[in-house]
């Protein structure tokens, strides 16, 4: 039987790269599944290709009022919601002199307000429906430990884990599931544009020797978003080819 059979799963950020490919891997196992993104176009185009099994909504991680109307339509045609991906994210690298506090407040709420409002929206609707649910949030390595030229998405990811810690216990009475997964270097579109010498510097210090791919992370997010994890809340769960070892 498909893993995640009648599930109705939202991933923020779902429009390409990782996101898109936690949302095929969702359907494969039988996911209904909502994608989220502010592209549309390509929002759009990958949930025609899904075909009945996937539906684009418009979502700007940091808008309070879309995220409730979003969250109020799903409910309103599938009953509810029973996993949330806070997939959503944005980095940029920069030295903490060309840093602007803009740039820094961006990320913050993309990264780390985002999901609050997603955890926060999500869970009165999963906990209302008396069925629980999963909450994953995609962190990254820079969640674990400090890297040079990456204060502000360092920053964001640290506090993440934080968010996904403290979420897991708030919400384990309703039966409600919170975990994090922390990528590590993952072939998405930022990677692509990595200058060569950057990307073998990278490369060498990874122990499997390549970078990993957006469907090896989708993989876990399967799992934790299946009955299988059903013992599983407030884990940090590593896909970074041992880089953190």
């Given at each position: 039987m498909?893993?995640?059979?009648?599930?109705?799963?939202l991933?923020?950020g779902?429009a390409?790269?990782?996101?898109?490919?936690?949302?095929?891997r969702?359907?494969?196992?039988?996911?209904h599944?909502?994608?989220?993104d502010?592209q549309?176009?390509?929002?759009?185009?990958?949930?025609a290709e899904?075909?009945?099994?996937?539906?684009?909504?418009?979502?700007d991680v940091?808008?309070?009022s879309?995220w409730?109307s979003?969250?109020?339509?799903v409910t309103?045609?599938?009953?509810?919601?029973d996993?949330?991906?806070n997939?959503?994210g944005l980095?940029k690298?920069?030295?903490?002199?060309?840093?602007?506090?803009?740039?820094?407040q961006r990320?913050?709420l993309?990264?780390q307000?985002?999901?609050f409002?997603g955890?926060?929206?999500?869970s009165a609707?999963?906990?209302a429906s008396?069925?629980?649910?999963?909450?994953i949030n995609i962190?990254?390595?820079?969640g674990?430990?400090g890297?040079?030229?990456?204060?502000?998405?360092?920053?964001t990811?640290f506090?993440l884990?934080?968010?996904?810690?403290?979420?897991a216990i708030e919400?384990?009475?309703?039966g409600i599931r919170v975990n994090?997964i922390?990528?590590?270097s993952?072939?998405?579109p930022?990677?692509?544009?990595m200058?060569r010498?950057r990307?073998?510097?990278?490369l060498?210090?990874?122990?499997?020797g390549?970078m990993g791919?957006?469907?090896e992370v989708?993989?876990l997010a399967?799992f934790l978003a299946?009955?299988?994890?059903s013992?599983?809340t407030g884990?940090?769960y590593?896909v970074?080819g041992?880089?953190?070892a």
């Amino acid at each position: 039987m498909p893993r995640l059979k009648g599930k109705i799963c939202l991933i923020t950020g779902a429009a390409q790269g990782q996101g898109a490919a936690e949302a095929r891997r969702f359907v494969d196992e039988g996911a209904h599944v909502i994608v989220a993104d502010v592209q549309d176009e390509p929002g759009k185009a990958l949930a025609a290709e899904l075909g009945g099994t996937a539906e684009y909504h418009h979502l700007d991680v940091t808008d309070e009022s879309l995220w409730a109307s979003v969250i109020a339509d799903v409910t309103a045609s599938h009953g509810g919601v029973d996993v949330l991906v806070n997939n959503a994210g944005l980095f940029k690298a920069a030295t903490i002199p060309e840093l602007t506090v803009e740039a820094f407040q961006r990320m913050i709420l993309v990264n780390q307000i985002g999901p609050f409002i997603g955890i926060r929206t999500v869970s009165a609707v999963m906990t209302a429906s008396g069925r629980g649910g999963s909450i994953i949030n995609i962190s990254s390595t820079g969640g674990l430990s400090g890297q040079a030229k990456m204060t502000a998405y360092v920053a964001t990811k640290f506090a993440l884990r934080g968010i996904s810690r403290s979420a897991a216990i708030e919400l384990a009475p309703a039966g409600i599931r919170v975990n994090a997964i922390f990528p590590g270097s993952i072939e998405t579109p930022p990677l692509a544009h990595m200058r060569r010498a950057r990307r073998a510097a990278m490369l060498e210090a990874i122990p499997l020797g390549r970078m990993g791919q957006p469907t090896e992370v989708a993989e876990l997010a399967v799992f934790l978003a299946s009955d299988e994890s059903s013992y599983c809340t407030g884990g940090e769960y590593l896909v970074d080819g041992g880089l953190s070892a």
